[in-house]
C-alpha cells in the first residue's frame, strides 16, 4: 500500500495533479496494477490538517524509533543538534563479544559476587578503549563521558567545573568504580581465561593441534625497579637501542589463525626458559586434546622439552646454531640433499644419537635469505676492509684506541684476529664458518609422525604470534606501563589480551587489518538531537564498506534509533561499589 500521484492535462494546457491511496493487485492473466483505495483529491487543494490527524492514528501502531522519524519528518517535535559520537567500533567489538560469549562468562563469574554495578559492561568499556582510543585508565572516564558511545555504559557528562567539591567527588567515585571493575578482572583470572577459551573454542571451532607460545616486555616510565618482594617490575634484558627501564614479561598462547587463548605476566627479569612448567600446568583441562606446542629459541632446554611432552604433548622448537651443542653441529655438518617444499623453503631431515637418546631435527634453508646474508656479509667485509686500510694512516696515539674499537664492535669483531704483532686482519675461517649458517635456521621435534615439511610450515607460523605483540604494542598500545601495583598491571594485561582477541576475530572475519576496520567503522557516529520533549538518538547512515565488514562478520546493523529521550546516567555509572585503592 502506498500513496500515489497523477497527472491529467486540461484542454487549455494546464496539469492537474491528484493524490490516491493504492495497492498493487495482480488481474486474472497475472499483471501487476494498481488499485485505488481512496482518493485524496487535488494535491493543491488537499485537506493537510486532516491528513496529519491520519497519520497520528496510524502512528498509534508503529515502533516508537519509527514514530520519532514520523514527527522529525512533520517538524512537531523541534529538535537540535547537541552531540556526535563515532559508534561504530563499539557497536562490532560489543556484537563480537557477545557472539563470543565473553558476557555470559563474566556474568556468570559475577553470580556469586556483590556488586551494585553492571561490572561485566565496564568491563568491556576497558576492553574497547583498548582497542578504539588507548588512554590511561583515568582517562577513560571523560572518553565515555564526552567522546565515545559504548553500548550498556552511556554516562552523562561530568558536573561542571563551577562545583568545586561535586566534580572531584563524582570523578573519585567513577575511577573507584573502574579500578573496583579491574580488581575483579585479575581475581577471576584464571577462571576468566578457561571460560573465554570454551566459549571461543566452542564458537570459532578453534584448531589448536598447534599452540604458539613466545614472549615479550612491556616497560614502565620510572628509573628504579620495585624492591624485592614488593612487584614485579624489574631490569631484564634490555631491548637494543632502548634504555635500560624496569620491565614486566608478557606471555601468549596463540592458535594457527592468530587467536590469543592464553596470557601470562612474570616479573621483568623472568628467564623465558624458567616458564614452561607453569605455562604447561596452567593448560591442564582447557580441552586441549593433542597438542603440539611451537616454541623459539629462548624457551629451549632439555627440562622444558620434556615437560612439553608431558601428557601425550609434543613439541616444534627452534634451536640455537651457534650455541656449539654436539647434536646441533652433527645436524649442521650431515650430508644430504635439501628437498624443495615450495618457493624459498628446502628441508632436510635429520637424526642425531641412537635409541632413547635419538632426536629428530629438520634443517630449513631459504635461498632467498641466503643469498641477502651473503651479500650483506660482503658489503660489511667490505667496509671492514676499508677500516682496517685507514688504520696504517693514524698518528700511535690514536691507533690503539681505534684497533680496540674495531675489535669489540657488535658486527666487525666477529669477523677479525689480530696476528702476533697485534694487527688486526680478517680471519677467513670466521667468515667460512659464518657463511655456513646463511638462509638457515633449525628445528627440533618429539612428533615423529609430522613430515618434514609439516614441522617447518608449522614454524613458521610461529609469525602469528609475533604479529600478535605488534598489535599489542602498537594498535592496542600496552606499553608504555602507568600503573604502580601489581595486581593492576596484571589486569591492564589482561585488558589488551581481551582487546587482541576481538580484534583477531575481526580481522580473520573480513581479511582487513583492525588499523582499516577501526578507521572505517568510526566514521558510523550516533547523532542525539533533543528538544522540549525529549531527545531523539539516531546513527548515521551505514557506508557500502561498513556494510560490507558487518556482513563478512555476519552481524547485524545498528538500530536507525537508538533511543528516544534522555532516560540519564545508566546503571553501569549511577550504581557504586565500596571504595577501593586507587593505584
Same mark, same amino acid.
Given at each position: 500500500?502506498y500513496?500515489?500521484?497523477?497527472?491529467?492535462?486540461n484542454?487549455?494546457?494546464s496539469?492537474?495533479?491528484?493524490v490516491?491511496?493504492?495497492?498493487?493487485v495482480?488481474?486474472?492473466?497475472?499483471?501487476t496494477k494498481?488499485?485505488?483505495?481512496y482518493?485524496?483529491?487535488?494535491?493543491?487543494?488537499?485537506?493537510?490538517?486532516a #491528513?496529519?490527524?491520519?497519520?497520528?492514528?496510524?502512528c498509534?501502531?508503529?515502533?516508537?524509533?519509527d514514530?520519532?522519524?514520523v514527527?522529525?519528518r512533520?517538524?512537531?517535535?523541534?529538535?537540535?543538534?547537541?552531540?556526535?559520537r563515532?559508534?561504530?567500533?563499539?557497536?562490532?567489538?560489543?556484537?563480537?563479544?557477545?557472539?563470543?560469549?565473553i558476557?555470559?562468562?563474566?556474568v556468570?563469574?559475577?553470580?556469586?559476587?556483590r556488586?551494585?554495578?553492571?561490572?561485566?559492561?565496564?568491563?568491556?568499556?576497558?576492553?574497547?578503549?583498548?582497542?578504539?582510543?588507548?588512554?590511561?585508565?583515568l582517562?577513560v572516564?571523560?572518553?565515555?563521558?564526552?567522546?565515545?558511545w559504548?553500548?550498556?555504559?552511556?554516562?552523562?557528562?561530568?558536573?561542571?567545573p563551577?562545583?568545586?567539591?561535586?566534580p572531584?567527588?563524582?570523578?573519585k567515585?567513577?575511577a573507584?568504580?573502574?579500578?573496583?571493575?579491574?580488581?575483579?578482572?585479575?581475581?577471576a583470572?584464571e577462571?576468566?581465561?578457561?571460560?573465554?577459551y570454551?566459549?571461543?573454542?566452542?564458537?570459532?571451532n578453534l584448531?589448536v593441534?598447534?599452540?604458539?607460545l613466545?614472549s615479550?616486555?612491556?616497560h614502565?616510565?620510572?628509573?628504579?625497579?620495585?624492591e624485592?618482594?614488593?612487584?614485579?617490575?624489574?631490569?631484564?634484558?634490555?631491548?637494543?637501542d632502548?634504555?635500560?627501564?624496569?620491565?614486566?614479561?608478557?606471555?601468549?598462547?596463540?592458535?594457527?589463525?592468530?587467536?590469543?587463548?592464553?596470557c601470562?605476566?612474570?616479573?621483568?627479569?623472568?628467564?623465558?626458559a624458567?616458564?614452561?612448567?607453569?605455562?604447561?600446568?596452567d593448560?591442564?583441562?582447557?580441552? #586441549?586434546?593433542?597438542?603440539?606446542t611451537?616454541?623459539?629459541?629462548?624457551?629451549?632446554?632439555?627440562?622444558?622439552?620434556?615437560?612439553?611432552?608431558?601428557?601425550?604433548g609434543?613439541?616444534?622448537?627452534?634451536?640455537?646454531?651457534?650455541?656449539?651443542?654436539?647434536?646441533?653441529?652433527?645436524?649442521?655438518?650431515?650430508?644430504?640433499?635439501y628437498?624443495?617444499?615450495?618457493d624459498?623453503l628446502?628441508?632436510?631431515?635429520v637424526?642425531?644419537?641412537?635409541?632413547?637418546?635419538?632426536v629428530r631435527?629438520?634443517?630449513?634453508?631459504?635461498?632467498a635469505?641466503a643469498?641477502?646474508?651473503?651479500?650483506?656479509r660482503?658489503?660489511?667485509?667490505r667496509?671492514?676492509?676499508?677500516e682496517?686500510?685507514?688504520?696504517?694512516?693514524?698518528?700511535?696515539?690514536?691507533?690503539?684506541?681505534?684497533v680496540?674499537?674495531l675489535?669489540?664492535?657488535?658486527?666487525y669483531?666477529?669477523?677479525?684476529r689480530?696476528?702476533?704483532?697485534g694487527?688486526?686482519?680478517?680471519d677467513?675461517?670466521?667468515?667460512a664458518?659464518?657463511?655456513?649458517?646463511?638462509?638457515r635456521y633449525l628445528?627440533r621435534?618429539?612428533?615423529?609422525?609430522l613430515?618434514?615439511?609439516?614441522v617447518?610450515?608449522?614454524?613458521?607460523?610461529?609469525?602469528?604470534?609475533?604479529?600478535a605483540?605488534?598489535?599489542?604494542?602498537?594498535?592496542?598500545?600496552l606499553?608504555?606501563?602507568?600503573h604502580?601495583?601489581?595486581?593492576?598491571i596484571?589486569a591492564h594485561?589482561?585488558?589488551?589480551w581481551?582487546?587482541?582477541?576481538?580484534?583477531?576475530?575481526?580481522?580473520n572475519?573480513?581479511g582487513?587489518r583492525?588499523?582499516?576496520?577501526?578507521?572505517?567503522?568510526?566514521?558510523m557516529?550516533?547523532i542525539?538531537y533533543?528538544?522540549?520533549?525529549?531527545?531523539?538518538?539516531q546513527?548515521?547512515?551505514?557506508?557500502?564498506?561498513q556494510?560490507q565488514?558487518?556482513?563478512?562478520?555476519?552481524?547485524?546493523?545498528?538500530?536507525?534509533?537508538?533511543?528516544l529521550?534522555?532516560?540519564?546516567?545508566?546503571q553501569a555509572?549511577?550504581?557504586?561499589?565500596?571504595?577501593?585503592q586507587?593505584?
Amino acid at each position: 500500500m502506498y500513496v500515489r500521484t497523477i497527472a491529467r492535462r486540461n484542454k487549455d494546457g494546464s496539469t492537474v495533479r491528484y493524490v490516491q491511496l493504492a495497492q498493487n493487485v495482480r488481474d486474472p492473466r497475472g499483471f501487476t496494477k494498481a488499485q485505488v483505495l481512496y482518493s485524496f483529491g487535488r494535491e493543491d487543494a488537499l485537506d493537510k490538517a486532516a #491528513l496529519r490527524r491520519l497519520v497520528h492514528s496510524i502512528c498509534r501502531f508503529l515502533d516508537p524509533a519509527d514514530v520519532a522519524e514520523v514527527q522529525a519528518r512533520l517538524g512537531e517535535v523541534g529538535l537540535e543538534l547537541r552531540d556526535s559520537r563515532p559508534m561504530g567500533g563499539a557497536w562490532l567489538l560489543d556484537r563480537l563479544w557477545r557472539r563470543i560469549g565473553i558476557d555470559r562468562a563474566l556474568v556468570k563469574l559475577l553470580k556469586k559476587r556483590r556488586y551494585a554495578a553492571d561490572v561485566e559492561r565496564l568491563v568491556f568499556a576497558l576492553v574497547a578503549n583498548r582497542a578504539l582510543a588507548p588512554v590511561s585508565k583515568l582517562s577513560v572516564i571523560d572518553w565515555l563521558a564526552e567522546e565515545a558511545w559504548v553500548p550498556g555504559v552511556e554516562s552523562e557528562p561530568l558536573p561542571a567545573p563551577a562545583q568545586e567539591q561535586e566534580p572531584l567527588k563524582e570523578r573519585k567515585s567513577r575511577a573507584n568504580l573502574l579500578y573496583a571493575t579491574m580488581d575483579f578482572l585479575l581475581e577471576a583470572d584464571e577462571a576468566i581465561q578457561r571460560e573465554v577459551y570454551w566459549a571461543t573454542a566452542d564458537l570459532l571451532n578453534l584448531e589448536v593441534d598447534l599452540l604458539f607460545l613466545d614472549s615479550t616486555t612491556a616497560h614502565f616510565m620510572i628509573e628504579d625497579e620495585d624492591e624485592e618482594g614488593e612487584g614485579i617490575r624489574r631490569f631484564g634484558r634490555p631491548q637494543r637501542d632502548q634504555p635500560k627501564r624496569p620491565q614486566v614479561v608478557i606471555g601468549l598462547a596463540v592458535t594457527r589463525e592468530g587467536i590469543p587463548v592464553r596470557c601470562w605476566t612474570w616479573p621483568g627479569n623472568t628467564n623465558d626458559a624458567s616458564v614452561v612448567e607453569q605455562v604447561k600446568k596452567d593448560l591442564i583441562g582447557w580441552r #586441549l586434546g593433542r597438542v603440539i606446542t611451537v616454541v623459539d629459541r629462548g624457551f629451549v632446554s632439555e627440562e622444558n622439552l620434556r615437560t612439553l611432552q608431558r601428557a601425550g604433548g609434543h613439541y616444534i622448537a627452534g634451536e640455537r646454531l651457534r650455541a656449539g651443542k654436539p647434536a646441533v653441529e652433527a645436524a649442521l655438518s650431515r650430508q644430504g640433499r635439501y628437498k624443495k617444499v615450495r618457493d624459498n623453503l628446502e628441508v632436510k631431515e635429520v637424526l642425531v644419537g641412537d635409541g632413547e637418546a635419538r632426536v629428530r631435527y629438520i634443517l630449513v634453508r631459504n635461498p632467498a635469505q641466503a643469498e641477502r646474508d651473503r651479500q650483506e656479509r660482503e658489503a660489511l667485509l667490505r667496509r671492514l676492509q676499508e677500516e682496517l686500510d685507514a688504520l696504517g694512516e693514524l698518528p700511535p696515539n690514536e691507533h690503539v684506541p681505534r684497533v680496540c674499537a674495531l675489535v669489540a664492535h657488535e658486527a666487525y669483531g666477529r669477523y677479525l684476529r689480530q696476528t702476533k704483532s697485534g694487527k688486526p686482519v680478517i680471519d677467513r675461517a670466521k667468515v667460512a664458518e659464518e657463511a655456513r649458517y646463511d638462509g638457515r635456521y633449525l628445528l627440533r621435534t618429539s612428533d615423529d609422525t609430522l613430515s618434514a615439511e609439516d614441522v617447518a610450515l608449522g614454524y613458521r607460523q610461529l609469525a602469528q604470534i609475533e604479529d600478535a605483540f605488534r598489535a599489542l604494542k602498537s594498535t592496542l598500545e600496552l606499553r608504555p606501563v602507568y600503573h604502580r601495583l601489581e595486581d593492576r598491571i596484571k589486569a591492564h594485561v589482561l585488558l589488551c589480551w581481551l582487546a587482541l582477541l576481538l580484534v583477531r576475530v575481526a580481522e580473520n572475519g573480513t581479511g582487513h587489518r583492525w588499523p582499516t576496520l577501526r578507521r572505517e567503522m568510526q566514521r558510523m557516529h550516533l547523532i542525539s538531537y533533543g528538544g522540549p520533549k525529549g531527545e531523539i538518538r539516531q546513527r548515521t547512515e551505514l557506508t557500502t564498506f561498513q556494510k560490507q565488514i558487518l556482513r563478512a562478520l555476519t552481524l547485524p546493523e545498528p538500530p536507525k534509533f537508538l533511543s528516544l529521550k534522555d532516560s540519564g546516567p545508566s546503571q553501569a555509572w549511577a550504581l557504586r561499589p565500596p571504595a577501593v585503592q586507587e593505584a
